[in-house]
């Protein structure tokens, strides 16, 4: 097994509550699904948010899937005057027999315009 991280983002219409929780549910499942991973494969997950979204704490989002046990973290993205608004990342650190080049990472909604090349 190795260490492996993966990255994803998504984009919500409006910094409020409700978006901000399912957009990170739904970006927390993504990734997992995608990458055949099990709560007891994270070793942690750091959320960012874009400076424009303060309504409500990405974390709490993946307590609600059960990962209650895996160290989270939120912080603030710097703020760029030309970013793309309303985004949240997460860059999640998890043990897998897949090689680096194996992993998918995610990115949905408005995200995909960051990383177009490997969006899926």
């Given at each position: 097994?190795?260490?492996?991280?993966?990255?994803?983002?998504t984009q919500?219409?409006?910094?409020?509550?409700?978006?901000?929780?399912?957009?990170?549910?739904?970006?927390?499942?993504a990734?997992?699904?995608?990458?055949?991973?099990?709560?007891?494969?994270?070793?942690?997950i750091?959320?960012?948010?874009?400076?424009?979204?303060?309504?409500?704490?990405?974390?709490?989002?993946?307590?609600?899937?059960?990962?209650g046990?895996?160290?989270?973290?939120?912080?603030?993205?710097?703020?760029?005057?030309h970013?793309?608004?309303?985004?949240?990342?997460?860059?999640?650190?998890?043990?897998?027999?897949k090689d680096?080049?194996?992993?998918?990472?995610?990115?949905?909604?408005?995200?995909?315009?960051l990383?177009?090349?490997?969006?899926?």
């Amino acid at each position: 097994m190795a260490v492996r991280a993966v990255r994803g983002a998504t984009q919500v219409e409006a910094d409020d509550r409700n978006q901000v929780l399912e957009a990170t549910r739904e970006l927390v499942h993504a990734v997992m699904a995608r990458n055949d991973l099990r709560s007891e494969d994270l070793i942690s997950i750091l959320f960012t948010a874009t400076p424009d979204l303060v309504s409500e704490f990405p974390a709490l989002a993946a307590r609600e899937l059960g990962l209650g046990d895996v160290p989270l973290m939120c912080a603030t993205e710097i703020a760029v005057p030309h970013a793309l608004p309303r985004v949240l990342r997460l860059m999640a650190h998890a043990e897998t027999p897949k090689d680096r080049a194996d992993i998918q990472h995610v990115y949905l909604r408005g995200a995909v315009a960051l990383r177009r090349d490997i969006a899926q």
